[in-house]
């Protein structure tokens, strides 16, 4: 029923934005730069900062969905450790310091095809399908405090299970990452 | 009893044929008997149901072993005054024609098989020779034809004995279709496979499609017999050892054919166009064959196309509605030609070749070769129709036949109307008969005389040694080997010179032979056996001038050519000479029409399946691995290049969504 | 405030991400591509459930839970990479290439690549 009235609700146009509109397009605009950047530059340590960039945008974003227990949780978790990791990646992996002029591979065509091709296809359904949809505001929709409510009365279980899933991948990163015993006791000998 | 004995004629040589073949490798001191004894046996047993049978019998007997649908086919046994004469001649020559073989093939290999087939060819034609059911009678027919393959063939390291024998098997299956669907128009008609059931039917008048049935059977006999147009096989059919001709040329292969007609005259009385046809045929065969004969230089095609020729007299007597002159001489021919070929054999054991002209630069045949000498003459005399030669009343009887169809009074023994048989094809036979008396006459002198009287040189009149390198080396490597004349050779040319020398006679007597056959009389008539001696006469006269001149001529230019022989046939033929040489171009003619169609529809045939075809299979299978090579390529290990179609095909498949709703 | 800003900007967003999973030649720049493509999942997930007001939260709620769950796959994607990189001496995704098919690899040196690279790691 909300649905139905907002879809119907033709007060709000494209050529007189609101000052929330116009912040959001702005870093929106920002963000997909950086990530733009992120997925083309030669320099691989450029790129993680560019990726950084993105993702703090995004947080930003958040705030301005009024999302704000989200944004934060990314900054912390992306922009704190993610990325982080990311970085010792590309240290542990010996990535160059500088320019690398291999950093894309054979097929950047026919991904630059198929992305373009996704991003027309994703574009033109979206707008079709929320071209007059409208996003109220006004009061807030992840506070804190409404999150953690609805995440401990409702979500509590998938939450549990969740944090066996990240048992499990911790786990798993080590016994990933651990060099191979016999190869470390023929090395030794 | 009788029957027993019948049954048994053409059951020993087949046993002895299996006998033989199956002993051949592992006894080969078993052969020999096994090859002679059967057959030998079987000349006793002809002889006494002939006797048994007696004249102006006949005995019929059948025995049906299953049903086999509309038209029963039945194991029967036709025996009257022709099969038992026709068998007593089959087995004489078979015999002699086996004694002969196991001196002529003393070294050969492949002995066992060979005698084991003339064996089952004589069975085959024995089998033909009495069976009273058309289809039986086929059966026989057949055999003789994959027999004659294998022994024409004899010497398949020849590339020449190979292409002869798959001629010859080719060129009878050709007649023999028509052959086959002429058996099954006659069945139809008649409701039965029984010879005397046909005959039966046609006295009765219930053919009532007489003409395409013996049409279409003169396909067969003109195939088996050797008539024009198909009597290519026969010359070309030398390349079988010489018994092997004796025996297809004497009383076996080429018989079989006008045997048929003879049995079915009935049949071919009742159709004028039949009997043209088949006048007309013999008519052209006759002449054309001894124009033929006259130019070869080998020996075995001169009797080979004499062969033809008198096949073509006695085909020219069925046509004028006479079957016993036709069986009479089918029964002179078979002694006299069996004779000719295995003198003739002897001769080319001496000499080592088959050309005339090389036998015309060999002194001392005539020594070397006495016997032979001797019987070929009496051999050739008989075909030349000399008086009192067998073949002199047989061909008169044809003669005489021919002249009282000509008067309207053909002699048909009772056989149907007479007035079936046009005074037009009578007059026909008759002046081709005599027209190839004299040519026969004429060729048989040639032969005789270039074989064995050579020019006499008179260079060499000191030093009797042949002339040329080879023949002296035949001759040198031929003496130490052992006698030229064995006598398992000679016996059988001795036993053959008597009937071919005297078996004529028995025409003298009004009732002895016709008495086994129709009763039409055989004794020669006072009009035509003066021509006919005249015309034989001549020809030997011609021809014996001619010879007299070549050799003056070569004599002559002995300086300039040595080499040269005293061959008459260029003075007889004259311009003729070439063509008659090459049979007339009948060969190249069906080359032209038959053979090279044939090969460029195969070669085209070929192209189609190699090319097109193959093409459409290789296609099938080329353009799956070429869709496969391309699948390959998508399997490059590359996770990104996955990805990224995985990705395409997500974005397609959301189009297609969006675009269908 | 529209929906269409952020659900436009989610999907170029998720897009630049695919490009760079699908052309990026570094194993670990790739897992940063694959970060953005789940940021944008993440933005459209928020802004919906902005939007519709859900009791539940469930945009929110699965947000975080893809945050938690993007984490991890990190985690263990950078151990991955680095066990072939220890294997293989490269972080190169197309020189990864032990999937091929055989014929079509044999000559570029993947396969042989891979091979001393096993050797060496065995040694």
């Known amino acids: 029923m909300n649905l139905a009235v907002t879809a119907l609700d033709s007060t709000h146009g494209f050529l007189s934005p609101s000052g929330v509109e116009i912040v959001f397009v702005l870093v929106g605009l920002g963000v997909l730069g950086a990530a733009l950047l992120t997925v083309t530059t030669k320099q691989l340590v450029h790129a993680a900062l560019w990726l950084v960039v993105a993702l703090g945008g995004l947080a930003v974003e958040y705030l301005l969905l009024t999302a704000e227990f989200i944004a934060w949780v990314q900054v912390l978790i992306y922009v704190g450790a993610v990325v982080v990791l990311v970085l010792f990646g590309l240290m542990l992996t010996r990535a160059p310091i500088g320019a690398s002029p291999d950093a894309d591979s054979g097929n950047r065509p026919l991904a630059f095809g198929v992305a373009l091709a996704a991003a027309a296809t994703l574009v033109t359904l979206v707008v079709d399908a929320f071209r007059s949809t409208w996003i109220d505001l006004g009061t807030v929709a992840g506070s804190t405090k409404a999150n953690g409510v609805t995440l401990f009365r409702y979500w509590v279980l998938p939450f549990e299970a969740l944090s066996v899933l990240l048992l499990a991948a911790l786990v798993g990163a080590i016994v990933l990452s651990r060099r191979n015993a016999n190869a470390r006791d023929e090395k030794e000998r | 009893m009788t029957l027993t004995l019948a049954i048994l004629v053409p059951l020993l040589p087949f046993l002895g044929a299996l006998a033989g073949l199956a002993a051949g490798r592992r006894a080969p001191g078993m052969v020999r008997p096994l090859a002679v004894l059967p057959t030998l046996a079987s000349v006793v047993l002809a002889v006494l149901v002939a006797v ?25 046994l036709h025996l009257d005054g ?217 020996m075995k095609r001169v009797l080979a196309y004499s062969t033809v020729g008198q096949l073509g007299y006695m085909a020219g007597a069925l046509a004028v509605g006479d079957r016993d002159a036709a069986l009479f001489h089918l029964i002179t021919h078979g002694a006299f030609k069996a004779l000719l070929f295995l003198a003739a054999g002897v001769v080319i054991h001496a000499v080592h070749t088959n050309s005339l002209t090389a036998m015309g630069r060999m002194d001392g045949l005539r020594r070397r070769v006495p016997d032979a000498y001797a019987t070929m003459g009496i051999g050739l005399a008989a075909l030349a129709g000399l008086p009192p030669f067998s073949g002199f009343f047989s061909k008169d009887a044809i003669l005489t036949a021919a002249e009282h169809a000509a008067r309207g009074e053909a002699l048909t023994g009772g056989l149907g109307p007479a007035g079936n048989v046009p005074s037009w094809l009578g007059w026909t036979v008759l002046v081709g008969g005599l027209l190839t008396a004299l040519l026969t006459a004429a060729y048989a002198t040639r032969l005789w005389l270039l074989a064995f009287f050579p020019v006499r040189r008179a260079e060499q009149a000191g030093a009797p040694v042949a002339p040329t390198a080879a023949a002296a080396a035949a001759l040198a490597s031929d003496e130490p080997a052992g006698p030229v004349e064995p006598a398992a050779m000679k016996g059988p040319l001795w036993l053959l010179a008597v009937p071919s020398l005297a078996l004529g006679l028995v025409g003298l007597w009004p009732h002895a032979l016709p008495a086994w056959l129709d ?75 038959f053979v090279r169609p044939v090969l460029g529809a195969a070669r085209l045939v070929s192209f189609l399946d190699r090319e097109v075809v193959e093409t459409y299979v290789k296609g099938a299978a080329v353009t799956p691995g070429l869709i496969g090579r391309v699948v390959r390529r998508a399997q490059n290990g590359n996770i990104q290049g996955y990805l990224s179609a995985l990705a395409a095909g997500v974005v397609v498949l959301a189009v297609i969504v969006a675009v269908a709703q | 405030m529209h929906l269409v800003f952020p659900a436009v900007l989610a999907a170029l967003l998720f897009c630049v991400g695919l490009y760079g999973v699908l052309a990026r030649r570094n194993a670990v720049l790739m897992l940063m591509s694959v970060e953005l493509m789940l940021n944008a999942v993440n933005l459209n997930l928020v802004a919906f459930d902005v939007w519709l007001r859900d009791a539940l939260h469930a945009g929110q709620a699965l947000t975080l839970f893809t945050i938690t769950v993007a984490a991890a796959e990190i985690g263990l ?17 197309d020189r990864v290439g032990r999937l091929a098919d055989g014929d079509e690899t044999a000559g570029d040196g993947g396969e042989q690549q891979a091979r001393d690279d096993e050797k060496k790691a065995v040694r």
């Open chain 2, 52 to 76: 048994k049978l007696g004249t102006g019998h006949h005995l019929d007997a059948a025995t049906q072993l299953t049903p086999t649908g509309g038209t029963p086919i039945s194991l029967s």
């Open chain 2, 82 to 298: 022709i099969a038992a004469l026709l068998a007593v001649l089959v087995t004489v020559v078979a015999a002699c024609v086996q004694i002969y073989s196991t001196a002529y093939l003393r070294e050969d290999p492949r002995y066992p098989s060979y005698a084991a087939l003339v064996s089952l060819f004589t069975a085959a034609m024995l089998l033909v020779v009495y069976s009273g059911d058309l289809i039986v009678l086929l059966v026989g027919w057949e055999v003789m034809g994959v027999c004659s393959y294998f022994l024409v063939g004899h010497h398949w390291e020849r590339s020449e004995a190979r292409s002869a024998s798959i001629k010859a098997f080719l060129v009878t299956k050709l007649g023999d279709v028509p052959f086959l669907f002429g058996i099954f128009v006659l069945a139809a008609d008649a409701g039965t496979f029984r010879i005397n059931g046909i005959v039966g039917a046609a006295a009765g008048g219930h053919l009532h499609h007489a003409t395409l049935a013996a049409l279409l059977l003169l396909g067969g006999v003109a195939g088996k017999s050797a008539q024009f147009p198909l009597h290519t096989w026969l010359p070309d059919a030398m390349a079988g050892p010489t018994p092997v001709s004796a025996l297809i040329h004497a009383a076996t292969m080429v018989a079989a054919g006008v045997y048929l007609v003879a049995r079915l005259e009935p049949v071919f009385l009742l159709s004028t166009a039949a009997l043209v046809v088949l006048g007309v045929m013999a008519v052209v065969t006759m002449v054309g064959s001894a124009l033929c004969a006259l130019a070869q230089d080998d």
């Open chain 2, 519 to 593: 009763g039409v009389a055989l004794t020669p008539s006072g009009v035509t056996w003066p021509i006919a001696t005249v015309v034989a006469l001549l020809g030997a006269g011609l021809a014996w001038l001619a010879w007299r001149r070549a050799t003056a001529r070569v004599l002559a230019e002995a300086e300039a050519d040595p080499a040269a022989a005293a061959d008459p046939a260029p003075l007889l033929l004259g311009p003729l000479l070439g063509p008659a040489r090459t049979g007339f171009g009948i060969d190249t003619l069906y080359d032209r029409a």
């Open chain 3, 77 to 93: 994607g950078l151990a991955i990479v680095l066990l072939i990189f220890r294997h293989r001496g490269t972080a190169d995704i």
